[in-house]
């Protein structure tokens, strides 16, 4: 089944009061702590793949996302660069989507039309994106996490998180849009981004 650029497996599962939880490379993934955290949450709730960009070269400039070549059972297998959605179920009736997404490089509205037309075929009622970036500050403390909401309920979540609102305004990620949309939509929105010491710069920041 095809929602907009994404193809989706069939059949397509039932899901209720999706959660649905973004993480974006490589603009604000450093250290890779918001990818961690994601694949933590997924291996725990035992995440099946759901949807993946049908044609990922429309968004991606594969000379900067490059692509990777395995060899399985003897045979060369290229592996592209993309975007990609796994769910799972709770018995508590409360499922989630997991978003995988790239910084796109081409055809961005349509990239976050796209997304968001996917949230909506399964009902999202929340959007939360995790991330990190580096920042000035200290390796001997403990992390700063700074974030901004859409919604009562979220704001409530963000803090009894002991979450930092954030009064960032610069530079960002064509991406975020998606986050705007489900805000405008009632959606319940929230953005919590960790700060890592710049100095200590690592591919796997385990402690993010």
Known sequence: MRIGAYEVN???????????????????????????????????????????????????????YRPTVLIKDGARELIGPNSHITYARRPDGTDF??????????????????????????GVKRYLMLGSMYGIVPHTRPLNVTGWTVGKAAQDDLKRMGISSSAYQGPTSIVNAIALRAGEAGVDTLSAMVQLPQYTQIEEDYSG
């Open 10 to 64: 069939e059949p397509i599962p039932e899901l209720h009061n999706v959660q649905a939880i973004c993480t974006l490379r490589p603009w604000v993934d450093a250290g890779a702590a918001g990818s961690l955290t994601l694949q933590r949450v997924e291996d725990h709730l035992r995440a099946e793949e759901l949807a993946k960009l049908v044609r990922p070269g429309n968004f991606f400039d594969f000379t900067r």
């Open 97 to 122: 989507l997991f978003l995988h997404l790239l910084e796109p490089h081409n055809l961005a509205e349509t990239y976050v039309e796209s997304t968001w037309k996917l949230l909506q075929h399964f």
